[in-house]
């Protein structure tokens, strides 16, 4: 993406919409910085184990697989909201009005369809995990100390889910500006020049001081 990006809020239903959910992605993308604090403390205590009693932390790479999708998944739709995946902008960039709507409407519609599909492929990724007549419900678990890996899988389909509901909003938002031919629709990240970015940053300390 180029420079920085923002929200516009109002009182519309759609923008009520995008708020309330922005609430619950806000809380998931805490649970994926905490999980990556988590890590750093994991380390900690396996390599000072090692050095001070000869005693690692066992499972070492078993609790860290099931953490990383903490750390890739949970914060998925939090981004999606803000703009702030990569982007090519080269083409998008250069439009203006219904055009850059429109481009923006389609880009959308086909990340759904693929989030779409990875719901479904995850969910069912999920399933052959879950065994409910054995132990701790787990059809497969960690090489080295057998925990379950069913609820690492279950976070990939749920997180998703989140970003499938973000891209419907936003596919909302973009086919109402394109119908209205709205300059500054709700609930869609709206990408800021290098300029508006400074001017930005400027008004905010100014504003501090």
């Known amino acids: 993406m180029a420079g920085s990006s923002t929200v516009i ?10 708020q309330q959910l922005f609430r619950l992605e806000r809380m998931l993308a805490l649970i ?9 403390i994991i380390a900690v205590i396996s390599v000072g184990g090692r050095n001070l009693l000869n005693a690692p932390l066992p499972g070492y ?11 890739a998944f949970m914060g998925i739709s939090y981004v999606q909201r803000e703009g702030g995946h990569i982007r090519m902008d080269i083409l998008i960039g250069r439009l203006r009005g219904r055009a850059m709507w429109l481009a923006e409407l389609v880009s959308v519609i086909l990340i759904l ?12 990724h999920f399933l052959r995990s879950l065994n ?7 059809g497969d ?10 609820p690492a899988k279950l976070l990939v389909p749920v997180a998703f889910s989140v970003l499938s509901l973000r891209l419907l909003i936003q596919i909302w938002s973009y086919g109402k500006a394109f119908a209205l031919n ?5 609930a869609v990240p709206l990408i800021q020049s290098a300029a508006e970015q400074a001017a930005a940053e400027a008004e905010q300390l100014d504003g501090q001081g």
């Open 9 to 18: 809020e109002d009182g519309s239903l759609l923008s009520r919409l995008d």
């Open 113 to 124: 369809l693929l989030i779409v599909a990875l719901v479904y492929g995850s969910w069912s």
């Open 182 to 186: 709205l300059p500054y629709p709700v």
């Open 132 to 138: 409910f007549s054995a132990p701790w419900w787990s």
């Open 61 to 71: 790479v078993d609790w860290i697989e099931q953490i990383m999708p903490l750390v």
């Open 32 to 40: 994926s910085g905490l999980a990556v604090f988590s890590l750093m």
């Open 141 to 150: 678990s960690s090489i080295d100390i057998g925990i379950p890996i069913w």
